[in-house]
Each structure stands twice: as structure tokens, then as C-alpha cells.
């Protein structure tokens, strides 16, 4: 009998030879190593409006540095405009765009870009729009009259640096857009406030205490949150344990949540964990407890330095900046997704180079549940900059003093092969707006006038 079960039985194949049984597998409480990513459209469709911003953040630098090597230090203005071939030229050169990648932009976003004859050379120039300039201007404006604010968000992030307190200028600089900071903040802020920071020769930033800090500086924002919360929404003597040491955690649409996740989940929100802003560098990290402990507390620094910035985001290589200073692992990526409920890591807006890391709780729907003066000026630039480009009035944004395109070229079609010596031909155009007189009103005629537009 034996040996007719031995002849049916076969061996398991050698990929399947160390398995574990599937129902043992299933049942662990620990959190998985290793988690699919989910996306979510919401985040995503943030970051497809902030490739055009930072396309037109970096044109806009081009042309203050092809007016003048020392206009970038000045800030320049909206005024400031550079010959339309010299601006394709240096986008190629140091932005590393195709050759008609940066005409075909600036023709998309006419609220944006003006393109106009220049009255001396007699050649196509490009400019800002004011709409654009005064975007720009009321950024600066709210980052000038939020700098008290900054210079506290800046102390706490050298705080998160435990035993020294101390961070790289460099580090700080790459990070400055994040925080809000002023470009020239190594001077406006570090070295303008000896009391608060200390710059060391090797280029560091210290933190220097004062008496002036506020009782709650190292308090984290998850703490103020929770207490909150607690306050808000839970009886006394109900569930103490559960909210003391848990996180806000949303996970994004279409995420499987089984049973025993489920309790992995609750099991490592009752865990304790060390404050970010603890020194904790003579801790014993041989029990795997205290490993736990430290890996949430890697969370929570995290989720401390995305509290910190003014659009609660930042990219995932500016983070690995302060893995050192958080306690991060190495693998940086494949631990935020093992915490899908409180990040978001999009890989949209550069053909998935760029990883930009989400605060889950502090948006919802897209957009930031308590906003700040800066960011509300940067969307100002975003709502510009997805404007239909058929809206615009055609011989107001792209010529100078009501001049029409026969300047350019002798007639409104010398003007579009005009165009299309520089532009080249891309094909797709659509019949223009007819323009009722001077006041720039929309008429809905159409117009045998070929549009100037690319969509």
C-alpha cells in the first residue's frame, strides 16, 4: 500500500520547495516588509500641474540670467525680457529640453509668456505677462511677511537632528523652496540672527537656545493633533491607549486592507516610541522591541519634517538628505510604502525620475486642508498657468503696444510663417476668437484668423 501511494506522490517543485503553508503565512501580525504601491489620482494630479510650474520656473530664470548675470540676485521682474532664439538656446543648453520644447511651452501659456517685437532690435523677445510678474511678487511678498513663522519652522528642523542639532547649509539650501525660505536666507536669517543659529566655518547650521523659544518647540504636530483629537471626539476613559501613541492614517483608494493587516495596523499604533526630538543615541537597540520602537519613531520623524514644510511635500531625495538625522534606513522608498496610510509617494511630473513624498492627512480631495499665505500665492502661479490658452486675447499677449502680427512679418500670414521659422510647424491649429474692438471681450464668431495656439 505504501508503495503505491510513493509511486503517485511527486516532489514540489523547487520554487515552491521552502515555502511556507499558505494559511501560516496569512495570519502574521507584523506589518509586510514589502507592499505593492497604490496610486492615488488625487496626489498625482498635483504633480502633473507642478511639472508646468517648474517648467516655467525654470524659463523664468533663464531669462533673468540671460538679461543679466546679476538679475537673479536682484530678483528681477516681470520687465525683464531676452531675445526669443537666446532663451531656446540656453533651455537646450541648461535645461537639456528638445529644440522646440520651450517655444511650444511658451506658446501654450500666453497668461504666462509675452512674446512681442522689440521696438530697437527688431526681433522677437519674450517676457513675462503682469499676471505672472504679480504672481511671483506676492510669493515673495508672503514669504517676506511669514519669516518670523519660517525662522521658527527652521529651529525645529535642527532640532530633529539630535545629540549636535546641527545640518548641513548645503542640505538646508536644497530644501529651502520646501520651507519657505528666502534664497538669500543663509544671510537674511542664519546670519542675521546670531542669538537663534550658528553658522561653523565647515558650513553647518547650529542651533543656539534662547530664552525667547516658545514651552512647546519640541512638542511634535502629531502630538498636537492627537491631543486635539482626543479632546474633540473621545470620552475620558475610552480608548486612552489606542489614541496616546497612533498616527492619522487614510489609506488610498483601492488599497486591500485583510483582517490580519488590520491588526498589524492596530497592534503598531498601541506601540510606544520616543519623541523625533529625543536624543536617543544611547539607547540599547539589541531586542527587537526596542527595534520597533525606533522604527516608529523613524515615522515620526518623517512625518514631523513633512509637518514642517509649507505644502506638507517634499521629493524623496531631498528627504534621504536627513535619513541620518531621522533614523531612516537605507531603503528609504520600501519603508515609506510599508506606511501607505500616512504617505503617498508620486512618481508624476518627470517620467517617473521624481519621487515626491505626501503627508496623506494634511490633504483632502487635492488640496491642503489648512493653508498657509505662501501656498495660497504659489496656487495664484498654478490657476495661471492652467488657464486655456484659447482665452487669451491673441494680439495683446503676443505683440508690444497694439502692434499686429503684419510687424512681424508683412500680414497676419507672413506672421505665422514667422512663427513657424522659429517654432516649426507642429500642426493642430484650431480657428481663433474673433476680438470685438479694443476692450479685449471674447465674441462668439469665429474668425477665418488662423490661431496662433498649439494645442
Known sequence: MLRRIAAFWRPPPPWRADAPAAGYASKSTSLPQKQQRVRDHAFDGIMEVQKRVRRFLALHSLILYAASPTALAGGGGGAVSVPFSRLGALSRRQLSLAPLDAGRFLL??????????????????????????????????????????????????????????????????????????????????????????????????????????????????????????????????????????????????????????????????????????????????????????MEKRAVAGVHELLSLTVEKRTTLE??????????????????????????????????????????????????????????????????????????????RMFTSMGRGWDELGGGRHGGAELREEFLGDTGGRKGSIKVDGDDGEESGEESGVESLYIE
Open 108 to 293: 501654450r501659456h500666453p497668461h504666462a509668456f509675452h512674446l512681442f517685437l522689440h521696438p530697437v532690435h527688431r526681433i522677437l523677445h519674450a517676457r513675462l505677462t503682469p499676471r505672472a510678474a504679480s504672481a511671483l511678487r506676492l510669493e515673495a511678498d508672503a514669504i517676506a511677511s511669514s519669516l518670523p513663522v519660517t525662522i521658527l519652522r527652521l529651529r525645529k528642523l535642527l532640532l530633529l537632528a539630535p545629540p549636535h542639532h546641527r545640518l548641513r547649509l548645503e542640505h538646508i539650501r536644497l530644501l529651502r523652496r520646501d520651507f519657505g525660505l528666502p534664497d538669500d536666507f543663509a544671510d537674511s536669517i542664519i546670519l542675521s540672527h546670531p542669538a537663534l543659529f550658528r553658522l561653523t566655518p565647515d558650513q553647518f547650521v547650529e542651533f543656539v537656545p534662547s530664552p525667547t523659544d516658545p514651552p512647546g518647540l519640541t512638542v511634535a504636530a502629531v502630538e498636537r493633533a492627537r491631543e486635539q483629537h482626543y479632546r474633540e471626539h473621545r470620552a475620558p476613559g475610552a480608548g486612552e491607549e489606542d489614541a496616546r501613541f497612533a498616527f492619522p492614517t487614510r489609506f488610498p483608494p483601492g488599497f486591500k486592507i485583510g483582517k490580519y493587516f488590520r491588526i498589524a495596523v492596530w497592534k503598531w499604533q498601541r506601540l510606544p516610541y520616543a519623541s523625533p526630538y529625543a536624543d536617543v543615541s544611547d539607547h540599547d537597540l539589541r531586542s527587537l522591541e526596542a527595534r520597533r520602537r
Open 318 to 395: 531631498r528627504l534621504a538628505l536627513f535619513r541620518d538625522a531621522l533614523g531612516v534606513p537605507k531603503k528609504i522608498k520600501e519603508f515609506l510604502l510599508k506606511y501607505q496610510g500616512i504617505f503617498y509617494i508620486s512618481t508624476r511630473g518627470n517620467q517617473g525620475k521624481l519621487h515626491t513624498v505626501f503627508l496623506r492627512e494634511a490633504y483632502y480631495k487635492g488640496e491642503l486642508v489648512d493653508p498657509n499665505g505662501i501656498y495660497l500665492a504659489r496656487r495664484r502661479l498654478e490657476e495661471l498657468l492652467m488657464l486655456n490658452p484659447e482665452k487669451a486675447n491673441l494680439d
